[in-house]
Nanobody
Framework: QVQLVESGGGLVQAGGSLRLSCAASGRTVSNYHVGWFRQAPGKEREFVATIPWNIATTFYADSVKGRFTISRDNAKNTVYLQMNSLKPEDTAVYYC??????????????????WGQGTQVTVSS
């Protein structure tokens, strides 16, 4: 089993930055794909970014491309999401997820096996 704990959320003004962390325990996730998803009030969960285990490339939702950066430190068993130029529409609960392989498309939540509890990000205008 893999346990994931997100941290780093909070309240920030539009244009500001936050860095989210996803710390894994129970098993090393160095050979797992890890992703970030978010869910805003009244909306469905949506894909934000993912980084494969081999870090060969990264994938982003169009809405965050150029502003968010996903990275991983396998020595610390941690994945990060650096969020810059935040907008009010980025307000959501952010979840990290991990899987040994994508069971479907990388942007689908169903493709990930393990999930954290989420961390709230609120961007004020």
């Amino acid at each position: 089993q893999v346990q994931l704990v997100e941290s780093g959320g909070g309240l920030v003004q539009a244009g500001g930055s936050l860095r989210l962390s996803c710390a894994a325990s129970g098993r090393t996730v160095s050979n797992y794909h890890v992703g970030w998803f978010r869910q805003a009030p009244g909306k469905e969960r949506e894909f934000v970014a993912t980084i494969p285990w081999n870090i060969a490339t990264t994938f982003y939702a169009d809405s965050v491309k150029g502003r968010f950066t996903i990275s991983r430190d396998n020595a610390k068993n941690t994945v990060y999401l650096q969020m810059n130029s935040l907008k009010p529409e980025d307000t959501a609960v952010y979840y990290c997820a991990a899987t040994p392989y994508y069971s479907g498309s990388y942007y689908e939540g169903a493709s990930f096996r393990y999930w954290g509890q989420g961390t709230q990000v609120t961007v004020s205008s």
